[in-house]
């Protein structure tokens, strides 16, 4: 099955795209996700002239933008538009005043940005997120649900659908005709050492290797292959334990998922 096999650059977000292009295309990437956040070589106060000058530089190394992890204000689908970005990746966060009004909010919200995206021709991908976010596959479908399917995607994530206690066989078929991007990391539970909780959670998330955690990517890409999916495949390059190098797991995940998509 032939993906865009793409990588989110957050664990180098601040290199300019001289350096950036050159990495991501080294590690076997033909696609990125960037983010354009205040702590990042794009920022937002500069999108609309710098994140065309970063694509143009990374495809001049063989590395196509897939989207910008960023925010639904109107100057991001500007920049989108002007650097051919297609995709603005947001996730739908869960206020202190419950599920119910958050969820409400936050259809409000992409409501809101529907004549942006219209407008610009740059579609909103909103991705599940374990923790203070819609957390599902299913509470984001059904966040989308009438809303144009042209202009509002869904990301479906393998570490928050696994989180989520779902399966690949049951959400990804349900999210067919929505799916903009798949993103794959992996993750565990893992237990809190006694005291080290201010909440009193017994158990965290801990994110490891593709082969390590609670999602199975090969029965994600079978079930991709089998509903026709062609499009990116992003690894997020999102890892808790820090003494191995981000590069040398993403090179190993990469080629794990390369075998498990043939």
């Not at 993906?3 to 350096?19: A, C, H, I, M, N």
């Not at 990125?32 to 794009?42: G, I, N």
């Not at 991709?224 to 190098?245: N, R």
Request: glycine share 10%; proline share 7%.
């Amino acid at each position: 099955m032939t993906f865009l096999w793409s990588v989110f650059t957050k664990p180098w977000s601040e290199l300019p795209g001289d350096r950036l292009g050159p990495l991501v295309a080294g590690l076997g990437f033909a696609g990125a996700e960037v983010p354009v956040r205040d702590t990042s070589y794009v920022t937002p106060a500069v999108a609309e002239r710098e994140l065309p000058k970063l694509t143009h530089r990374l495809r001049d190394d063989g590395v196509e933008v897939i989207s910008i992890a960023g925010y639904l204000d109107e100057s991001f689908f500007a920049a989108c538009a002007a650097a051919g970005v297609p995709m603005i990746r947001v996730m739908a966060a869960l206020g202190p005043d419950g599920y119910a009004a958050s969820a409400h909010r936050a259809r409000a919200w992409l409501e809101a940005a529907a004549p942006l995206a219209e407008r610009y021709s740059v579609q909103v991908g909103v991705q599940p997120h374990h923790g203070s976010y819609v957390s599902s596959t299913l509470g984001v479908l059904a966040l989308l649900d009438g809303l144009p399917s042209a202009h509002f995607r869904l990301v479906w994530d393998a570490a928050h659908d696994a989180l989520a206690g779902d399966d690949p066989r049951v959400t990804l078929p349900l999210a067919a005709d929505r799916l903009g991007i798949v993103n794959l990391k992996n993750a565990v539970y893992a237990p809190v050492e006694a005291g080290g909780s201010s909440t009193g959670d017994r158990w965290h998330t801990w994110f490891v290797p593709g082969e390590e955690g609670l999602a199975n990517w090969a029965t994600a890409l079978e079930v991709l292959a089998g509903l026709g999916y062609h499009g990116p495949v992003c690894l997020s390059g999102q890892y808790s334990d820090p003494s191995v190098p981000v590069e040398e797991l993403l090179v190993t995940d990469l080629a794990a998922a390369r075998r498990a998509a043939r």
